[in-house]
């Protein structure tokens, strides 16, 4: 953990759960190309329907040919932060699934690569990495500059970096460089159904 964590949960659950969060201050070290094939690997076995592994990984290592195109489909407010990360990565799931020898469409296509995400971040913790998840970016360039297939949809991207030590951070980042909470399970779960 590269800074104090304040968040406590409720109920008794592994530790990396509340160790994964989105800090937006990075060093600006390079993310090795192997290390980011164990956070992948870590995707690669997320539950599926149908086990049709739905999601598809594309990315950009630092100070590559490809780094500029995938940084300029980001929203200023991104690319701000971004620069100093190690790799960007979008994730990408196919709508539409074999089922037997049919091609179908698939309801859970974006839950599965949902799944396939938390699996991706979770890793990268492990390895003392924050992916960090964004949805400011130009959808529709996306889909032309990553040569996405038809029927795909593009989900969300992701940088990937090593957070900066709390002792270095400036006094603007330390306000905002800690872990947030979340709502209460009362809020989002309910037994029997909704109330009416």
Request: no cysteine; aromatic share 12%; hydrophobic share 40%.
């Amino acid at each position: 953990m590269t800074t104090s964590n304040p968040r406590e949960p409720d109920h008794s659950i592994d530790p990396l759960f509340i160790e994964r969060w989105s800090p937006r201050a990075f060093t600006g070290e390079a993310v090795p190309e192997a290390e980011l094939m164990r956070m992948f690997e870590a995707a690669r076995w997320a539950p599926s329907s149908y086990n049709s592994q739905p999601w598809r990984f594309l990315y950009a290592l630092r100070d590559t040919p490809d780094w500029q195109t995938f940084f300029d489909l980001l929203v200023p407010g991104n690319q701000k932060w971004v620069k100093d990360t190690g790799a960007i990565i979008f994730l990408v799931s196919n709508s539409r699934m074999k089922v037997g020898d049919e091609l179908k469409p698939s309801w859970s296509h974006s839950l599965d690569a949902g799944a396939a995400s938390a699996n991706f971040q979770l890793q990268a913790i492990r390895q003392g990495w924050h992916a960090h998840g964004m949805t400011g970016f130009d959808r529709d360039r996306a889909v032309t500059a990553l040569n996405v297939p038809e029927g795909h949809r593009v989900e969300a991207a992701y940088a990937v970096g090593r957070a900066i030590a709390p002792s270095e951070l400036t006094q603007e980042q330390r306000a905002r460089e800690v872990p947030n909470s979340r709502r209460p399970i009362t809020d989002f779960v309910f037994a029997g159904g909704f109330k009416a």
